[in-house]
Nanobody
Framework: QVQLVESGGGLVQAGGSLRLSCVASGRTVSSYVMGWFRQAPGKEREFVAAISWSGGRRYYADSVKGRFTISRANVKNTVYLQMNSLKPEDTAVYYC?????????????????WGQGTQVTVSS
């Protein structure tokens, strides 16, 4: 089993930055694809970014491309999401997830483990 715990969310003004962290425990996730998703009130959970086990491949949703950066530190069992130039429409609960599938698939169903989420609120 893998437990994922997110942190780093908060309230920020539009144009600001936040860095989310996700620490895994219970089992190493160094061989897992790691992803970030988000869910705004009344909306479905949507893909944000994913990174391969080595960190060599990354995939982003069009809505965050050029503003968000996903990275990982396998020695720390941690994945990060650096969010710059934040917009009010980025407001959501952000979830970290781990996938044993191997591909950078944006589908929610491809991920085996999920964190509890961290709230990000961007004010205009």
């Amino acid at each position: 089993q893998v437990q994922l715990v997110e942190s780093g969310g908060g309230l920020v003004q539009a144009g600001g930055s936040l860095r989310l962290s996700c620490v895994a425990s219970g089992r190493t996730v160094s061989s897992y694809v790691m992803g970030w998703f988000r869910q705004a009130p009344g909306k479905e959970r949507e893909f944000v970014a994913a990174i391969s086990w080595s960190g060599g491949r990354r995939y982003y949703a069009d809505s965050v491309k050029g503003r968000f950066t996903i990275s990982r530190a396998n020695v720390k069992n941690t994945v990060y999401l650096q969010m710059n130039s934040l917009k009010p429409e980025d407001t959501a609960v952000y979830y970290c997830a781990a996938s044993s599938f191997g591909g950078l698939d944006p589908g929610v169903e491809m991920y085996d483990y999920w964190g509890q989420g961290t709230q990000v609120t961007v004010s205009s």
